[in-house]
Each structure stands twice: as C-alpha cells, then as structure tokens.
C-alpha cells in the first residue's frame, strides 16, 4: 500500500514558477515509477511527466518540454514537479501517481498507475 499527499500548489501569475512535492509512504516508493497528472475543469485527467525508479528516465507531455521538471530523492520518498514559465493553461488540478514498476519504460496512461494522491490545486493568471 502506497499513500501519496500532494503539496506546494497555489495562485501565480503567468511566468511565474511553483514547485509541487508528493510524499509518500510505504516502502515500495523506490519501486515505483512515479508520474505527475493533471485534471482542468471539464477536461479529461492528462499526462504531465513521469520519472523511472532509478531516476535514469523521465517524460513529459510536449506542452510542458523545456518548462517543467520531473525528479525525485527516494531516500525521502518524495517526488517534485518544478514548473517554470507557468501559462493560464496550466491551471488544474495535480495528481501525484505510483506505478510499481522497476521498468523504466514510463507510461502515460493513467489506468496504469496503482496509487494517486488527492490533488492540489494550481492556477495561473494572466
């Protein structure tokens, strides 16, 4: 069992940054693939970036590339998403996702993540 507890979300301003952390507990956190989703109101949950157990792969969907940045410290059993260059189309709600998995092939697929956090909210304005 893997709980997952978002944080560092907020109010910016377009082209300002914000810095999202997921906490998790239990011990399969280095076991997993972690991935970071999102969800804006009257659209479908999307795929922003996922990041392998052993931090030697990370993806992100193309509207984030160059903007935002996946890591991940294992020995605190936490994930981050640094988001620079915030847009307006950047609000949502943020998932924080587990997949045990020591592949490092990352899904994008959101059916395949065992564990979600409960959001936190992110909204950019212009």
């Known amino acids: 069992q893997v709980q997952l507890v978002e944080s560092g979300g907020g109010l910016v301003q377009a082209g300002g940054s914000l810095r999202l952390s997921c906490a998790a507990s239990?011990?399969?956190?280095?076991?997993?693939?972690m991935g970071w989703f999102r969800q804006a109101p009257g659209k479908e949950r999307e795929f922003v970036a996922a990041?392998?157990?052993?931090?030697?792969?990370?993806r992100y969907r193309d509207s984030v590339k160059g903007r935002f940045t996946i890591s991940r410290d294992n020995a605190k059993n936490t994930v981050y998403l640094q988001m620079d260059s915030l847009k307006p189309e950047d609000t949502a709600v943020y998932y924080c996702?587990?997949?045990?998995?020591?592949?490092?092939?990352?899904?994008?697929?959101?059916?395949?993540?065992?564990?979600w956090g409960q959001g936190t909210q992110v909204t950019v304005s212009s």
């Open positions: 239990g011990r399969t956190f280095s076991n997993s693939a």
């Open positions: 996702a587990a997949r045990i998995t020591l592949s490092v092939v990352l899904s994008t697929i959101d059916d395949e993540y065992d564990y």
């Open positions: 990041i392998s157990w052993n931090r030697s792969n990370t």
